[in-house]
């Protein structure tokens, strides 16, 4: 329970965190926040880890002058698309075997057969749509690689969709995060943030179970 409450804290107050982490480590920061988002977008044991949310209050840091923005949102965008990369060679690596294994601590079938519908719905674009659903944005691309998507095609639909990705929510936290009313309740933006980017994630979930209870019926 803890533990749960120090993740929440951590989401919520991003900005009180990164400001320490600024102070505290300087240039490694860039590195710091780099492999944050590696994690998030290259590992399906770390879909947890926040994605819009740190964009965005980055974004915020550096319009107070903490970072420098261009550097900042370069170097996202990078690790934003070896994230991708890597998890799309991992999941080609493993195949499509991953569906006949049973619920592990992080991977669960739920996660995978979520995103399986995401993709029979969006097709190759669920790769750029998927950067901004939780969750399934950790593992789109792992499912781009079990279904050996032609790497091509997946590269630059990856490209495209860490441009679109990172580019709103740091250049939105740049813009935005030096208003004074942003300022002042940075805590409920980051909660609307995380809220509104899981709405895709939910009315998938609600969808696929209405449409099992109509089979069922």
């Known amino acids: 329970m ?3 409450k120090q993740i929440i804290d951590i989401f919520l107050h991003l900005d009180k965190h990164l400001t320490e982490i600024v102070g505290q480590y300087g ?7 780099a492999l944050i988002i590696f994690c998030e977008t290259g590992l399906v044991v770390t879909p947890f880890l926040p994605g819009d949310s740190l964009l965005f209050a980055a974004g915020a ?19 934003a698309v070896l994230g991708d990369a890597v998890n799309y060679h991992i999941g080609k690596f493993i195949g499509p075997k991953v569906f006949d294994r049973a619920d592990g601590r992080f991977i669960k079938q739920e996660y995978l057969r979520r995103t399986q519908r995401f993709y029979e719905k969006y097709g190759g674009k669920a790769i750029i749509i998927a950067r ?14 079990v279904g050996v998507m032609n790497y091509g095609r ?14 709103l929510f740091t250049f939105a936290g740049y813009f935005f995060g030096q208003l004074d009313f942003v300022k002042n309740n940075f805590k ?5 943030i ?3 980017s899981l709405l895709p994630a939910v009315y998938e979930v609600w969808k696929a179970r209405r449409e099992e209870a109509a089979v069922a019926r």
């Open 188 to 192: 409920y933006v980051i909660l609307a």
């Open 2 to 4: 803890e533990s749960i």
């Open 194 to 196: 995380i809220i509104i």
């Open 132 to 145: 901004f659903v939780p969750i399934i944005r950790t593992f789109a691309p792992f499912l781009a690689g």
């Open 61 to 79: 840091l550096a319009s107070q002058g903490a970072l420098d923005i261009a550097l900042l949102a370069l170097i996202l965008f990078g690790c």
């Open 154 to 167: 997946f590269a630059v639909y990856n490209v495209v969709g860490a441009l679109l990705w990172v580019g």
């Open 27 to 33: 240039t490694w920061t860039y590195g710091i926040l």
